[in-house]
């Protein structure tokens, strides 16, 4: 047994030995590439870095990223930046466990609902510094985008999409069909859930598998996204502001719910639960989506399709906002060049380039005419963006979103398989959110 | 080792079983022990490092309220009690584990029989139905989830599909609080059952002809020979194939992440589907360490259980 032991601490010192060799040979390259290639090299500003930049996007964002990183090279030729695409319905657990093992991406984008948590561990970097920084005009950023990445005087991070949802409809289909479009309708001051409803009969085709409409995207489990223009639009609260009381159980979210629930069962216009029909396959006739969309609809050839704003409900539009934020991780090895590459990716120049799919967050580029031009007709950006950012607001985020995001899930579960009533979900999902908020 | 060290190796071995009296371990059998190690050393070290070390952590772990969002401190037995006393999912979870073993269990036993003794016959080709069989088995449990998934979709899968031919709107499987749990255990039996199978099969190769024909020859009838003379020579591999399966069906998870993730509701909870999401959804993995706990306790229980039950009903081992 004895001799066991020692032959174990042998193979583990042997195992120390090699490990600590290889660390010793690439420390010892590092610094002799680090002497040759930058003998005038004096601070860390030289030192070749690489930073980890998350992000939940699609493949056409990243490509623009890394579009953007080969010119952030020319003069940045030392650090380089990797990208890392993680899918949104996994994004926050991803990087929570992240930080927790010390992984932490250097820079991330963030949504809304993920912000508190992190703030509230302290995780990100406060890069308020920036607004004394002239050449990168702080001032530029709209104010109310930076509130939510915020803490007293603390800034966390920089806003960089803000897009109102809105309806991507399909213009072939209307034709077809002989029918007002919801930008004509708009215009007269007659969209509304009713027109909407009768255009989403229409237009429903079951025997050639076309939808009316669709308020899915990003999966149905993404709840808040599907149902939060719904609330606004009927004037229901899913909690109050204090965060203190579950208050969709009113007459306001049941004719919320109801309108949602009818349209999938009893109309039959919406796909059912887990159905993944896209708009760009032509079998969705009024699509809700955000403006980061407009890439993906900008590759549809088969048809015609144009944006329009949300109908009105009896509390009005109901627009939502979309919202997120480029951070920086406390944690980061290299906190210069990842400030240096948030600044870069901001800058006026930069979001400009990004505005081709993200509602941008500087009043300089959101009212130039490059980025009207970035939709289908400056016409219908200036309806249904321009005009719905004012009124429009974030969705809800709390403290504890991750409990009140799994209970309200298995709630909906209830009305996605037409077990319960929608009175008899809104009454389980006040029991299961409740206690959450004391 | 060359040679003449097997060699003396078995001359060792003769002379002890000879009983010619015990010597002093020879310098060749303490090398033995040290290569012995060596040889081990890869896996003891990857037990020690990646298994034994976190079990114990998480065995800590389960008297704390560690968190990833918090500062975690020590709370002796309140996740327990917490379990125990405070939360009904924790009991939903554990009797939805129980529903689907109780539902797995007997349907993949029953057909891993069946295909066996179908299975067990010289003719041409067998082979194939048997790799067809099999083949699941080392598949790789996702894979085989989504494309299910796909197979039980409401709109467009293949089932409702057939059944749109004959004019029937089949339910939405996995979106029906009553069918999601039936679905994976389909799904589930279907993938393991070309496991089980081989081993019957390879129990029911073992039984000598002479039985039968002795059978026979006493004018049993077909169904009398199985129940006679089969069941009783394998009972020993069903009841390996049992435990198996058992201890498999508690730790079940891949299945229901990926085809339901938990829903309907919570309907398609298990404990360790739970476990995932209190740890990695919620991140309270002093809780999740807890139920982790619960769940090895109960996995030891029901071994020793059926380890004790073994003698009652297995008639024949070697």
């Known amino acids: ?438 | 080792m060359n040679i003449t060290g097997v060699k003396n190796a078995q001359a060792e071995e003769y002379r002890v079983q000879a009983g010619l009296g015990k010597r002093k371990k020879s310098r060749l059998h303490r090398s033995e022990g040290w290569f012995a190690w060596l040889f081990i050393s890869p896996m003891v070290l990857g037990y020690i490092l990646f298994l034994f070390v976190p079990i114990v952590g998480a065995f800590f772990m389960s008297f704390t309220d560690y968190s990833l969002l918090h500062t975690s401190s020590f709370i002796g037995l309140d996740n327990y009690k917490k379990a125990f006393s405070e939360d009904p999912l924790f009991w939903k979870s554990v009797g939805q584990t129980l529903y689907f073993s109780a539902g797995l269990i007997p349907l993949n036993l029953c057909l891993a029989l069946g295909l066996a003794v179908l299975l067990n016959r010289k003719i041409p080709g067998i082979g194939l139905f048997r790799t067809a069989i099999f083949t699941p088995v080392v598949t790789s449990i996702v894979v085989w989830a989504i494309a299910w998934k796909y197979i039980f979709a409401t709109e467009s899968g293949l089932i409702n599909e057939i059944l749109q031919l004959f004019h029937i709107q089949g339910p939405a499987w996995l979106y029906n609080f009553q069918l999601a749990m039936p679905v994976v255990i389909i799904v589930s039996v279907l993938k393991n059952v070309g496991l089980n199978m081989v081993i019957f099969l390879a129990a029911l190769q073992d039984v000598p002809k002479l039985y039968y024909e002795a059978a026979r020859i006493d004018g049993a009838s077909k169904s009398k020979m199985f129940t006679h003379v089969t069941l009783p020579m394998i009972s020993p591999s069903i009841f390996l194939a049992l435990i198996l399966t058992l201890i498999g069906s508690l730790k079940v998870f891949s299945q229901i992440q990926v085809m339901t993730d938990g829903g309907p509701g919570t309907s398609t909870y298990v404990l360790v589907y739970y476990i995932y999401q209190q740890a990695f959804k919620i991140f309270d993995f002093g809780y999740a360490s807890a139920i982790a706990f619960i769940l090895f306790f109960l996995v030891l229980v029901l071994t020793i259980l059926q380890w004790n039950m073994r003698k009652r009903w297995v008639h024949h081992e070697e």
């Not at chain 1, 623009?64 to 030729?77: L, R, S, T």
């Not at chain 1, 300089?364 to 016409?379: H, K, R, T």
Request: charged fraction near 20%.
């Open chain 1, 1 to 438: 047994m004895k001799k066991g032991a020692t032959i174990i601490m042998s193979l583990l010192l042997m195992l120390v030995m090699i490990a600590g060799c290889g660390t010793n040979k690439t420390e010892v390259k590092g610094n002799t590439e680090q002497a040759t290639t930058a003998p005038e090299a004096t601070e860390a500003s030289q030192k070749e870095v690489t930073l980890k930049f998350s992000i939940w996007g699609n493949d056409t964002h990243k490509q623009m990223y890394e579009d953007m990183i080969a010119k952030f090279n020319e003069q940045n030729p030392n650090i380089q930046v990797e990208i890392m695409v993680i899918p949104l319905a996994d994004y926050q657990q991803k990087l929570t466990i992240m930080q927790a093992s010390r992984t932490a991406p250097d820079i991330a984008w963030l949504a809304e609902r993920m912000i508190p948590q992190f703030i509230s561990t302290d995780a990100l970097l406060d890069i308020s510094d920036l607004k004394s920084d002239e050449a990168y005009n702080f001032a530029d950023i709209f104010p109310s985008g930076l509130e939510l990445i915020s803490k007293g005087d603390n800034h966390y991070g920089i806003p960089f999409s803000t897009p109102p949802s809105m309806i991507y409809y399909n213009k072939t289909l209307f034709k077809e069909k002989g029918l007002v479009t919801p930008t004509e309708l708009y215009i007269e001051g007659k969209w509304n859930y009713d027109e909407y409803l009768k255009a989403a009969k229409a237009l429903t085709d079951s025997s050639k598998g076309i939808y009316g409409t669709n308020l899915i995207r990003n999966g149905w489990e993404n709840w808040p996204d599907a149902l939060q223009t719904l609330f606004n639009a009927y004037g229901a609260e899913l909690i109050n502001k204090e965060g203190t009381e579950f208050t969709l159980d009113s007459s306001q979210g049941e004719q919320a719910l109801q309108l949602f629930s009818d349209m999938i069962f009893k109309d039959g216009v919406h796909p059912k639960p887990g159905d993944q029909t896209t708009f760009d396959s032509g079998k969705i006739a009024m699509q809700k989506e955000l403006f980061s969309y407009m890439g993906k609809a900008k590759a549809v050839t088969d048809f015609e399709w144009d944006i329009a704003p949300l109908p009105a409900g009896p509390n009005g539009l109901g627009t939502t906002l979309g919202y997120a934020a480029v951070t920086l991780f406390k944690d980061s090895q290299h906190p210069e060049e990842a400030i240096e590459f948030l600044k870069y990716i901001t800058n006026p120049d930069n979001m400009t380039i990004t505005s081709q799919y993200f509602v941008p967050s500087r009043k300089s580029v959101l009212e130039s005419d490059a980025f009207l031009n970035q939709g289908p007709s400056a016409e219908s950006m200036k309806l249904a963006v321009i005009d719905q950012m004012a009124a429009a607001q974030t969705l809800p985020s709390f403290k504890d979103w991750a409990k009140i995001d799994s209970n309200m899930k298995s709630v909906l579960d209830y009305l996605y398989s037409q077990s319960g009533t929608v009175q008899e979900v809104l009454k389980n999902a006040d029991e299961a959110i409740t206690p959450l908020l004391k």
